[in-house]
């Protein structure tokens, strides 16, 4: 009775084909040695590919662990330079040469802070959300005397 086919595993590192020929090479050519290939040999190179598969998975893994820290730092950065950069606009006062040297400095990313949802790795402008909800007007009740 032939074996039943199983789907293949499009993630797989080892192709459904290279799979039939492991198996071809465990059950009909088991006692067969061709110079170099034979089921051990094929099965090693297979667990080799298998282990490799997996530890690019995980430095993948890490590598996106370590951009996301980097652009959280990066952001954290940009803010206190903003921070920064205002206090010396402050501090220069009267000093022209220091207000000169301010005034050119433009901090790249610097602008409106956008909502934490826009900046949850999507693409900028590809999810639309609402508009804020203005503040409400003033009654007269509530006005300061």
């Known amino acids: 009775m032939p074996a039943v086919?199983?789907?293949p595993d499009p993630s797989s590192p080892v192709p459904s084909a290279l799979s039939e020929l492991l198996a071809v090479f465990a059950e009909a050519l088991s006692d067969v040695r061709f110079p170099g290939v034979d089921h051990d040999a094929l099965s090693a190179l297979s667990a080799q590919a298998q282990a490799d598969d997996e530890r690019v998975r995980a430095l993948q893994a890490d590598l996106a662990a370590a951009e996301a820290a980097l652009a959280d730092t990066q952001e954290r950065l940009l803010r206190a330079a903003e921070l920064g950069l205002a206090y010396a606009r402050v501090y220069a006062g009267d000093d022209a040469d220091?207000?000169?040297r301010l005034a050119a400095i433009h901090l790249?990313?610097?602008g409106p802070r956008r909502r934490k949802l826009?900046?949850?790795g999507a693409p900028q402008g590809s999810i639309k959300l609402p508009p804020r909800r203005p503040r409400k007007?003033?009654?007269?009740?509530d006005a300061p005397a």
């Not at 007007?137 to 009740?141: C, E, H, K, L, V």
């Open 5 to 7: 086919a199983a789907l």
């Open 98 to 100: 220091l207000q000169g």
């Open 108 to 110: 790249a990313g610097a």
């Open 118 to 120: 826009e900046l949850a």
């Open 137 to 141: 007007a003033r009654s007269q009740a």
